[in-house]
């Protein structure tokens, strides 16, 4: 579980600085090159994701 | 946009975020009403719109101050820790952000498309309906659980995760015009058996993060070009609606320790019954 949640955590990190750059726009408004609210979204995410890791973590060794 | 219209809006805004009738469905209805040309997609009243939702999430936080110092501490501790325990105020806080996660997700992919889609106030009306349809729903199944069999209510920080996540997706339902936030997570919070009182704290804790993180996120409309002229009027307007906003939660809070949702619903099913009857001879659109 532990190496899921970093997997998901890179994914989204990944996928948040993509939306930053605005080299993605995926059911983003076309009217803005760079995406705030969907950046703020995945790192947020990405976040969660690292904080999921670390109690994955702690669980595997008592 | 006249002051007058800046003040109304600012305290109609406060106020329709909290009380479970639908904050968007009001602000579209009662300027269509009232026959004011504002226009929803103009920046600078999107801008003002922004101010008006940061300033009812800073009176959230005012008026649940002491309980987000507790939860943010036990939020923290939690991390450090690296281990979810029993106690009350961790339990409540990780509740909180899985709660937030659906909303959050449908709330950046939805929101714009959806208000684009069903911005009428036809659309608006229809919704208030439903909106008190829910409430009513809700409340019925409360009593025949709670009252007629006798069912326990459950404490908050005993809900389940998976219920958790139920109450933020219902909370994702206000993303339709004239469905209320706080209506639908209230009526989510008591299907999973939680009392007014512990459903209405749960839907205003969760409801704070979502207003403000979107308001945060769309304060840089703000200094995009020309808005600037309107700052005035979103600073007093803010400061309106995050007062209207603080007071509403304090009567809210108190109302729902004796009392229960139908009375917002017989007003949001007559009142949109009104709005859709007028819209439909063409009165208002």
Redesign the interface.
């Known amino acids: 579980m532990k190496y899921v949640a970093l997997v998901i955590a890179i994914v989204c990190f990944v996928i948040a600085i993509c939306y930053a750059l605005g080299v993605i726009g995926w ?1 983003a ?1 076309p009217a803005h090159k760079h995406h ?3 950046f ?2 995945f790192a ?2 990405g976040i ?1 994701a690292l ?1 999921w890791m ?2 994955a ?3 595997a060794t008592p | 946009m006249s002051d007058l219209q800046a003040i109304s809006l600012a305290i109609l805004q406060g106020v329709s975020e909290l009380f479970p009738v639908s904050s968007l469905g009001h602000t579209i209805l009662v300027p269509a009403l009232l026959h004011w040309s504002v226009n929803r997609r103009d920046p600078t009243f999107l801008a003002f719109v922004v101010v008006l939702h940061l300033g009812t999430a800073i009176a959230l936080v005012v008026f649940y101050r002491r309980e987000w110092v507790a939860l943010v501490r036990a939020l923290v501790r939690s991390i450090m820790r690296g281990r979810l325990s029993d106690e009350r105020d961790e339990r409540i806080a990780w509740l909180l952000v899985v709660g937030s996660i659906p909303v959050g997700i449908l709330g950046v992919y939805l929101e714009s498309p959806v208000r684009n889609l069903l911005g009428s106030a036809a659309y608006a009306s229809i919704f208030l309906m439903i909106n008190a349809l829910i409430m009513f729903v809700g409340e019925f199944f409360r009593k025949r659980q709670h009252e007629d069999r006798g069912k326990r209510y459950k404490r908050l920080e005993a809900m389940k995760w998976i219920e958790g996540v139920a109450v933020g997706l219902a909370q994702s339902l206000a993303l339709l015009p004239g469905i209320s936030r706080s209506g639908a997570s209230i009526v989510a919070g008591l299907a999973v058996d939680l009392d007014h009182e512990d459903a209405a704290r749960y839907s205003f804790l969760l409801a704070t993060p979502v207003i403000g993180a979107a308001a945060l996120i769309e304060l840089p409309r703000l200094w995009e070009g020309g808005t600037h002229v309107i700052a005035l009027q979103a600073l007093y307007g803010g400061i309106l609606a995050g007062i209207a906003a603080y007071l509403s939660v304090a009567f809210l809070t108190k109302y729902f320790q004796r009392n229960d949702l139908r009375p917002f619903g017989w007003y949001c099913l007559v009142f949109g019954a009104l709005c859709l009857w007028l819209s439909y001879k063409g009165v208002i659109s």
């Open positions: 059911f408004d705030v609210s969907h703020v979204l947020v995410l969660l904080v670390r109690f973590g702690e669980r």
